[in-house]
């Protein structure tokens, strides 16, 4: 089954323990990407990759980190979680190759941070 | 990218046909019209894209006018499940995972 694989689903943390997000697909995506979404902003995206060792920056970077050594996985490094970070994030993955805009995203890991 | 507006709310009744009209008024000639929906604490779900005239698939119809400056959404006969958040984005193919959410459109589905 074609899926976008996030661990773990729910995280809370203190103030400034590094933590990582995971992000797995299993399509051979090239396109992957990281969101938050938080009541009244809607989704945002924090950090993308076109391709293995190829990341940019979204509209909402500061405090995020990411790495693509491997296709398929896309994990999202706090370095120094901040309660601001407190929100649910979402990985998602799309294929341009296939000419399309259809993305398929992960279920989503609500993170708190305190 | 360009910019969406769509309404904040919509509520209906099961089995009625559900429209929701979205404003893209600088759409780019390359760009492509994306709908996806999105249930509570739950990642976002492609639904249709289109470019011009009209795409129908097994869920959902979108219907594009000939300026491109619009486009509706048209989910036949809704049920309960169907209530969720359904956004419209607008952007090329090439720009990939490079997504634009807007608020989106709450839709209400009531028994």
């Known amino acids: 089954e074609a899926q976008v694989t996030q661990n773990p689903r729910y995280l809370i943390t203190v103030t400034g323990k590094k933590l990582t997000v995971t992000c797995s697909q299993n399509?051979?995506?090239?396109?992957m990407s990281w969101y938050r979404q938080d009541p009244g902003l809607g989704l945002r995206q924090i950090y993308y990759s076109m391709n293995v060792e190829v990341t940019d920056k979204g509209d909402v970077p500061e405090g995020y980190k990411v790495s693509r050594k491997e296709k398929r996985n896309f994990p999202l490094i706090l370095e120094s979680p901040s309660p601001n970070q407190t929100s649910l994030y979402f990985c998602?993955?799309?294929?341009?190759?296939?000419?399309?805009?259809?993305?398929?995203f992960g279920q989503g890991t609500r993170l708190t941070v305190v | 990218l360009a910019k969406t507006t769509q309404p904040i709310s919509m509520d209906s009744y099961e089995g009625q046909e559900v429209n929701i009209t979205c404003s893209h008024n600088?759409?780019?000639?390359?760009?492509?019209i994306t709908w996806y929906q999105q249930f509570p604490s739950q990642g976002p779900r492609f639904i249709i894209q289109g470019y011009k005239t009209k795409v129908t698939n097994e869920v959902a119809s979108l219907f594009i006018p000939a300026d491109r400056k619009s486009s509706t959404l048209s989910l036949p006969r809704v049920s309960l499940s169907d209530t969720a958040v359904y956004y419209c984005?607008?952007?090329?193919?090439?720009?990939?995972?490079?997504?634009?959410f807007g608020g989106g459109t709450r839709v209400l589905v009531k028994p």
């Open positions: 399509m051979n995506h090239e396109y």
């Open positions: 998602a993955s799309s294929d341009r190759g296939r000419g399309s805009t259809e993305a398929f």
């Open positions: 984005l607008v952007g090329s193919k090439a720009a990939g995972n490079k997504l634009t």
């Open positions: 600088n759409i780019a000639t390359n760009d492509y």
